[in-house]
């Protein structure tokens, strides 16, 4: 985010560079870096002659390369976007002799999204000498939820630890889904809102009641009449509640249990850190932690993965969610 907040800051400053390459898996920042330069490099009355947009599918690189070196027209420089680069991704490298040359009065944009260039080819080492080169990594599911505090926090909203939480857990590290969302939440919320468990029920879609938290702090808790009556809700709304989501997520619950075992250094703060975990979330697993010794966890454990092979189909003679569902709690609780 560093290193978008720099680039942006160079356009302001009147630092624009001929070329940008904006690459990588996560598309969010590279959609976002293109809409800026979309929006500001040129004044709303010079985009009519001087704003470009083409799509990788529809041009060669050589269509590119005429569009780029063009002049401008009663303006300072023009800009080219190429969205969906990556489809170029075969013959990119023909861009080099561009790159050796560029034209100064034009701004031509990469959006080369899910892939990347070799660092080590001459071509990427000139981009880099000459323009921008960016690269938008995937963040790690432990990153997401200080990266939804951040953007939230830019806007003047707040968040509650679950449904930070819960956020992560169903979107997964789709920033650009979980940005939607979140855009949602702040047309109906007034600024300096609390985003609550309770909102996101309402408004995105998931019980604050009937979610895997829910189910997972109940297992830790070896409360069995809540864990079975939670796992019969997700059997009747299969579509919400996938099993294969499901077994995934308690095993990992169980794995990280694993390793809490195993930690000789229990600091909270280690302990969050090593297990990948909100630390609001670290009281639910130093109950799970006395109720399951670590023989047991390992049984557990063992037996996930024999449910979680089953939930894909395999070996199972397709047996219904019900019956997978408590077949996992059954070799949990005993």
């Known amino acids: 985010m560093d290193e978008v907040l720099k680039i942006v800051n160079d356009i302001k400053g009147g630092k624009i560079k001929p070329i940008y390459f904006l690459m990588g898996e996560e598309s969010y920042y590279i959609d976002k870096l293109s809409d800026y330069i979309e929006q500001n490099v040129l004044l709303e009355e010079e985009k009519g002659f001087n704003q470009t947009v ?19 027209m009663m303006s300072e420089r023009q800009v080219v976007i190429i969205k969906e680069a990556q489809d170029l991704s075969r013959t990119i490298d023909k861009l080099e002799s561009y790159v050796e040359n560029p034209m100064h009065s034009t701004v031509l944009v990469f959006c080369y999204k899910y892939k990347t260039l070799d660092k080590r080819k001459k071509m990427t080492k000139m981009l880099d000498k ?37 956020l992560v857990e169903f979107l997964g590290t789709d920033l650009s889904k979980i940005n939607n969302e979140l855009e949602k939440l702040q047309i109906i919320l007034p600024k300096g809102s609390t985003i609550t468990p309770k909102h996101i029920e309402e408004n995105i879609g998931f019980s604050k009641d009937f979610n895997v938290f829910e189910l997972r702090k109940a297992i830790g808790e070896r409360n069995q009449l809540k864990a079975y009556t939670i796992a019969d809700h997700f ?19 169980f794995v990280q249990l694993l390793k ?6 229990r600091n909270p ?14 009281k639910e697993y130093d109950v799970a932690l006395s109720h399951y010794p670590m023989r047991k966890v390992s049984q557990i ?34």
């Open 301 to 334: 454990v063992t037996a996930l993965r024999t449910i979680d092979v089953k939930s894909k189909g395999v070996g199972a003679n397709a047996l219904p969610q019900s019956d997978l569902l408590k077949e996992m709690l059954y070799k949990i609780f005993n």
């Open 235 to 253: 059997a009747q709304n299969p579509k919400d509640n996938p099993i294969v989501m499901t077994t995934s997520l308690v095993f990992g619950f």
């Open 54 to 72: 083409l799509y990788g599918r529809d041009v060669s690189i050589e269509d590119i390369v005429s569009t780029a070196k063009r002049y401008p």
């Open 260 to 265: 809490y075992h195993g930690l000789k250094d």
């Open 269 to 282: 703060k280690n302990v969050a850190a090593v297990l990948g975990i909100n630390p609001f979330f670290l």
């Open 130 to 166: 000459v323009g921008v080169v960016y690269e938008s990594k995937k963040l790690y599911e432990n990153q997401v939820g200080e990266w939804i505090k951040r953007v939230l926090s830019g806007k003047s909203y707040s968040i509650e630890p679950k449904a930070n939480a819960m």
